[in-house]
Every structure is written in structure tokens, then in C-alpha cells.
């Protein structure tokens, strides 16, 4: 088996000695990432709406003596910490990284989706918390009230979440900050039902039940954006590395390929390196076989770096 290594500007591969390891560099940093002026417009439009309401809430709360807005205050302020979160990660994941940031400051995004996720997963907890502690001491509700805090949250959660469908729908950061935004208009819709219900069969324990059925809907988002993070951080392979194998084992002149990492940056920027053993006959053009190779994985599973090391027997 001999090694050879292949430079962005060499014209002709060169022989090294059998355990001399090189590699071959592809790099394309053209990476699609126009969605993020998009994304910062739609979360600041969404984060002003909530701190708005927020304060308007905070202001009639205690001028009304309302523990019901005051408490839908400080849920806005959960909202509006994640909307501040998701808007932070795409500012500095904008920035120029300095030289020891060799992929940047992508991968903040991904940090503040996790961070997110974790959020949202301490209100899940709060929620079956407080359903239970209703559970077991029931408390007079004041319905009209309770009402139309619960028809405003509504209403500025769709709202927000109407401006936050016009960013990047793929983007795991964004998606976070809407699921945020999901979860809420849920929990007041189920409120909305549970005071109807109540008020005419006096059912507290229907709250309750409608409690614990949100609460496992936003689990279910809130888990999936967690375990898509922690994929990403933890370097997990984005794509079916098998499939990707089969693919590029499909041109004539590849014999194997072997030692396959795939990884994901951030979104739509996959990395690969890998070690192609190819026939000896095919080293005349092996620069029109690493283009094909290279074009292929970027055009079908977006894969946009990647480093070979081309071996032959």
C-alpha cells in the first residue's frame, strides 16, 4: 500500500514512503448563511413585542393587585430570555473568529438551542409542579381575569410566533425560540378550555389533566431539539455514513473507502475526512475524480469540507 498526497495546488500527485501519512485539503468556506440577517430581524421583532408585553404586565400587576398577570409577567420573561439567547448565538456566530476558532463561532447557535431546550424543560417541570400542588390544594380562580390573561398571552404568542415562522424554519437556534413561543400559546389555549369547562361544571381537576397533556406535547419538542444539540456537540455523524460510503464506492476508480468521519458545524455545514483507496491506473486524473467526488457530496448531502487521503496498492 503506498500514501499520496494531493495539494490544492499541485498538479501531479507525489509518492512518499509507505508510513509517511499526508492528506488531501478540499476546502469550499462558501457556506449558505444569508438566513441569519433574516433570523436576527425576526427575533428582534419578536423579542420587543414580548418585553412590551411583559412590562405592560408587570405595570397592570401590581397597579391591580393581579397575581395572575404578574405571574404571566414573569412567564414572558422566560420567553424573552430565549428569544435574547437565540439572538446573541447569531450575532457572534456573525463575528470573524480569531485563528485558534478554526470553524468560528457556528456552533453557538447550537449552544443556544440546547440552552433553550434545557429552559424549556424546567417549565415543563413548573407546570406538572404547580398542576399537581392544584391537585392537592385546590384554589378559587378568578375567571375573568384569569381569562383575559390567558386570551393576551394568546394572542402575542401568535403573534410572535407568526414573525419567527418568517426566519430560517431549519434553523435548530430559531426553531428553540419558536418552540418556546409554541409551548405558551399551547399552555393558554389549555387554560382558555380549562376555565370554560370550569366554569360551567366547576371541574378543577380538569386544569390538571390539560396541564399534564401540554406538558408531554412540549416535552416531545423539547427533547428532539436537545438531542439534535447534543448530536451536533457531541460530533455525531448528521448523515448515514454507509449510505455516503456506497455513494462515492460508486465511481469506478474508488476501491474502498475506509476511516469515514462525517460531522456537523452548524447547519447546512457538514465535514468529512476519509481515507479512498483508488486504482493505481487512475492517479493521472485524480484531480477530476476529487472534483466529482467533492461537487457530488456538496450537491446531495451538503457536505461542504472535506479531507482525503487518496491510497493505492
Known amino acids: 500500500m503506498e500514501n499520496c498526497k494531493f495539494g490544492l495546488n499541485d498538479h501531479k500527485p507525489f509518492l512518499k514512503d509507505e508510513n ?8 469550499n468556506h462558501e457556506h449558505s448563511h444569508d438566513h441569519r440577517g433574516t433570523d436576527k430581524k425576526v427575533l428582534k421583532w419578536a423579542l420587543g413585542i414580548t418585553l412590551i408585553t411583559m412590562f405592560l404586565e408587570f405595570f397592570y400587576g401590581f397597579l391591580s393587585n393581579s397575581l395572575a398577570l404578574i405571574s404571566d409577567a414573569i412567564h414572558m420573561f422566560t420567553h424573552s430570555f430565549a428569544l435574547i439567547v437565540s439572538l446573541l448565538a447569531i450575532v457572534i456566530a456573525s463575528k470573524k473568529a480569531p485563528i485558534s476558532k478554526t470553524f468560528g463561532f457556528y456552533r ?8 433553550n431546550g434545557i429552559t424549556i424543560m424546567l417549565s415543563i417541570i413548573w407546570i406538572v ?8 390544594n385546590p384554589q378559587i380562580i378568578d375567571i375573568k381575569t384569569a381569562m383575559i390573561v390567558a386570551i393576551v398571552g394568546l394572542i402575542i404568542n401568535i403573534i410572535t410566533g407568526f414573525i419567527l415562522m418568517q426566519g430560517d424554519k431549519n434553523n435548530i437556534n430559531l426553531k428553540s425560540s419558536f418552540v418556546h413561543m409554541l409551548s405558551d400559546a399551547l399552555s393558554s389555549v ?3 378550555l380549562g376555565y370554560v369547562v370550569i366554569y360551567f361544571t366547576s371541574w378543577y381537576f380538569i386544569d390538571m389533566i390539560l396541564a399534564v397533556i401540554v406538558s408531554i406535547v412540549i416535552g416531545k419538542w423539547a427533547i428532539d431539539i436537545l438531542r439534535n444539540s447534543i448530536n451536533t456537540l457531541m460530533e455525531s455523524s448528521p ?6 460510503k456506497e455513494f462515492i464506492e460508486k465511481h469506478k476508480e474508488v476501491l474502498e473507502l475506509h476511516d469515514v468521519h462525517i460531522w456537523e458545524i452548524t447547519q447546512d455545514m457538514y465535514n468529512m475526512t476519509a481515507h479512498v483507496k483508488i486504482n493505481k491506473e487512475s492517479l493521472e486524473n485524480y484531480e477530476q475524480l476529487l472534483h466529482e467526488i467533492n461537487h457530488e457530496l456538496k450537491e446531495k448531502y451538503k457536505i ?3 479531507t482525503f487521503q487518496f491510497e493505492w496498492e
Not at 453557538?108 to 440552552?115: G, L, Q, R, S
Request: net charge negative.
Open 129 to 136: 409542579y404547580e398542576a399537581i400542588e392544584r391537585f392537592f
Open 190 to 192: 389549555a387554560i382558555i
Open 304 to 306: 461542504v469540507h472535506t
Open 108 to 115: 453557538t447557535e447550537v449552544i443556544a438551542a440546547f440552552v
Open 239 to 244: 448523515l448515514d455514513i454507509n449510505e455516503v
Open 20 to 27: 509517511t501519512n499526508h492528506h488531501n485539503h478540499e476546502h
